[in-house]
């Protein structure tokens, strides 16, 4: 079991351009969530698909952010433009029932300058 | 906004002291989950306590759940220096969101 597969691990770009993050959950789990990380707000929910449906993008910031989960087995969180203020450690779990343990990617620390 | 809010927010203790962390939560839930952080890493699920369920143990951890004051409390019996680390509690409503508090970070010192 690989576990939950996040990349790029480390991520520079320049304030405008677009950013885009990918995913791939567990195999055979259903549920999968983007979460942000920052010191100052913690770890917020952006949103989270069941059965590649997405079920609640409240979290999701602005406009800009956008997520995508094509099959089970991939998802993508795009930025586009990027601002300084989305810099952050992007993450992105899985589980294999809804509502049941998350298992959690290496994450994706986002710099934009 | 935040479901579940730790307390306190930083524990600093000996090795071999227990540490014990809480998490406070607003509305009604399905279940409530521990996880750990190492700094610069995931987190790692610790343990799952369903809303039906009082006290859950798995090895050195024993978690409690008090529905009635929307509360539960994580103890870690005879500390390691290995248990440094952040502890999130998370709650689980009926939508099947999982929203994670602010965090305790525990020091455990040698």
């Known amino acids: 079991d690989a576990g939950v597969i996040q990349s790029p691990r480390h991520e520079v770009t320049e304030m405008g351009q677009e950013v885009t993050l990918r995913c791939k959950p567990i195999?055979?789990?259903?549920?999968l969530f983007w979460y942000r990380q920052t010191m100052m707000r913690g770890l917020e929910l952006l949103i989270y698909?069941?059965?590649?449906?997405?079920?609640?993008d409240s979290g999701m910031p602005e406009d800009r952010f956008s997520a995508k989960m094509p099959n089970a087995s991939f998802s993508t969180l795009k930025i586009q433009p990027s601002e300084p203020r989305d810099s952050a450690v992007y993450f992105c779990?899985?589980?294999?029932?809804?509502?049941?343990?998350?298992?959690f990617g290496s994450g994706t620390q986002l710099s934009v300058l | 906004s935040q479901q579940g809010e730790e307390d306190p927010q930083a524990l600093s203790i000996q090795e071999g002291e227990n540490a014990t962390m809480n998490c406070s939560y607003k509305?009604?839930?399905?279940?409530l989950q521990w996880y750990r952080q190492n700094s610069g890493r995931g987190l790692v699920h610790l343990i799952l306590?369903?809303?039906?369920?009082r006290e859950k143990h798995s090895g050195r951890l024993r978690v409690t759940l008090d529905t009635s004051k929307k509360s539960s409390s994580l103890l870690i019996t005879a500390s390691r220096a290995a248990d440094t680390a952040s502890y999130f509690c998370?709650?689980?409503?009926?939508?099947?969101?999982?929203?994670f508090g602010q965090g305790t970070e525990l020091s455990v010192k040698p």
């Open positions: 698909f069941n059965n590649n449906v997405p079920i609640d």
């Open positions: 509305t009604s839930i399905n279940n």
């Open positions: 306590i369903r809303s039906n369920e």
């Open positions: 998370a709650t689980n409503n009926q939508g099947g969101k999982l929203i």
């Open positions: 779990a899985s589980s294999r029932e809804w509502g049941e343990k998350l298992f």
């Open positions: 195999s055979g789990h259903n549920s």
